[in-house]
Nanobody, 123 residues
Framework: MQLVESGGGSVQAGGSLRLSCVVS????????LGWFRQAPGKGREGIAS???????MYADSVKGRFTSSKDIANHTLYLQMNSLKPEDTAMYYC??????????????????WGQGTQVTVSS
């Protein structure tokens, strides 16, 4: 399985970005899909997950600002990021695996990862 992220960039605080993650596996909709980020000098942080039924979970740090969704027909996972803050600056990754329960809180359980896309938020 291959995952390819895109959509990162530089934005001012308060702005929005939408990240995309194209998944090569045609059965990807059955997987637990997660979004993670890693800021310089920090560990990888799980921020969102979406299960095979489309149910989502979010970390408190992004809840109410970020929304994860998936387009099954186009094999694409999305992360809509609104009201961005400088502390959201990080490399963002999508990941997938068969997990139950599906939860972003254990990044080490995900075996399939994208290459990452950089998000930079300036104040």
């Amino acid at each position: 399985m291959q995952l390819v992220e895109s959509g990162g960039g530089s934005v001012q605080a308060g702005g929005s970005l939408r990240l995309s993650c194209v998944v090569s596996e045609y059965t990807y909709s059955r997987y637990c899909l997660g979004w993670f980020r890693q800021a310089p000098g920090k560990g990888r942080e799980g921020i969102a997950s979406i299960d095979s039924d489309g149910r989502t979970m979010y970390a408190d740090s992004v809840k109410g600002r970020f929304t994860s969704s998936k387009d099954i027909a186009n094999h694409t996972l999305y992360l809509q990021m609104n009201s961005l803050k400088p502390e959201d600056t990080a490399m963002y990754y999508c990941a997938a695996d068969y997990l139950s329960p599906c939860w972003y809180g254990r990044p080490y359980e995900f075996n399939y990862w994208g290459q990452g896309t950089q998000v930079t938020v300036s104040s």
